[in-house]
């Protein structure tokens, strides 16, 4: 059952927050460990804006990043 607003307080704004994946690499001589690329490792949770509600990615029909 998808949601139409927060079950518990009707909002309709949340915050979506992911895993941030960072890879690096380690430099032999000064040992400075350095970011080369940087990924998404995808949704961890949704949280109603208002009242911090959990919910998952299947809780909606569609998430549009822009
Ligand atoms: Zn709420």
Request: charged share 35%; glycine share 6%; net charge neutral.
């Amino acid at each position: 059952m998808k949601i139409k607003k927060c079950r518990k307080c009707g909002g309709d704004n949340f915050i979506i927050q992911e895993t941030i994946l960072h890879e690096a690499a380690l430099c032999l001589e000064d040992k400075e460990l350095t970011v080369y690329k940087e990924r998404t490792g995808g949704i961890e949770k949704i949280i109603c804006k208002n009242c911090n509600t959990d919910y998952s990615e299947e809780d909606f029909s569609r998430i549009n990043f822009r």
